[in-house]
């Protein structure tokens, strides 16, 4: 009875510190990357999507705060589908779409992903997820056969020649694999995709943005 009790107590304890861990490095997070650099970048997004793009896939929507921001600026037809493998992550995504309909949030490897079981998508979005996929040509190609004739993959990205990923890293426990402009877009060609726009982002009163290269990439085969 002692030892039931032990262990349950030990269970108790054990739950509570992975709960603050997890909050902790989901708020480190956000506080690090998703709102002075991702939300930027979904921001873009937003403008770049059209009404045409009635189905849009999300690979790695993370904790989910930068597309709530402005989920209200995409097409209200629109239906998005939002992925990750980060079940703590997307603990936090499911609770802030609740009230979203049109957001669908899934905890799945995009290497796993079929035309054939998951349809075709308008838009596929790689926010900030690109870098640290860790088969980068296989998630091209995975990409383009789940993309809609005339589709669009959009890449909303950090790339610099620093080490300065590698300070992130310790901070927040994510790898951002940081390549140059020429490694990413030289990917890009050997995979047959287009770049038809390109824009670096920065706000002056966004530091971050004006220490990294924040891109957004529009492509199509």
Do not use: W
């Amino acid at each position: 009875m002692i030892y039931s009790f032990a262990r349950q107590s030990f269970q108790a304890v054990f739950q509570t510190v992975k709960e603050v861990l997890d909050f902790s490095n989901t708020t480190l997070y956000d506080t690090f990357i998703s709102h002075p650099i991702t939300s930027l970048t979904y921001e873009k997004l937003s403008e770049r999507i059209t009404g045409k793009q009635k189905r849009i896939l999300d690979v790695g929507v993370g904790t989910g705060v930068p597309l709530h921001k402005v989920i209200n600026q995409f097409p209200h037809e629109c239906e998005i589908t939002a992925i990750d493998i980060d079940h703590t992550y997307l603990s936090k995504a499911v609770q802030l779409f609740k009230d979203k309909p049109q957001v669908k949030i899934l905890e799945l490897d995009f290497y796993q992903m079929k035309p054939e079981i998951h349809g075709k998508f308008d838009a596929i979005v790689f926010s900030s997820s690109f870098p640290i996929l860790h088969q980068q040509q296989e998630a091209l190609q995975i990409a383009k056969s789940l993309l809609n004739p005339e589709g669009i993959i959009y890449f909303m990205l950090t790339l610099s020649d620093s080490h300065f990923g590698e300070s992130l890293k310790y901070i927040t426990s994510i790898d951002l694999h940081l390549e140059s402009e020429r490694a990413f877009e030289e990917l890009l060609k050997q995979s047959s995709l287009q770049i038809i726009h390109k824009q670096r982002l920065q706000k002056v009163a966004n530091i971050p943005t004006l220490l990294l290269k924040v891109y957004i990439y529009e492509t199509k085969l």
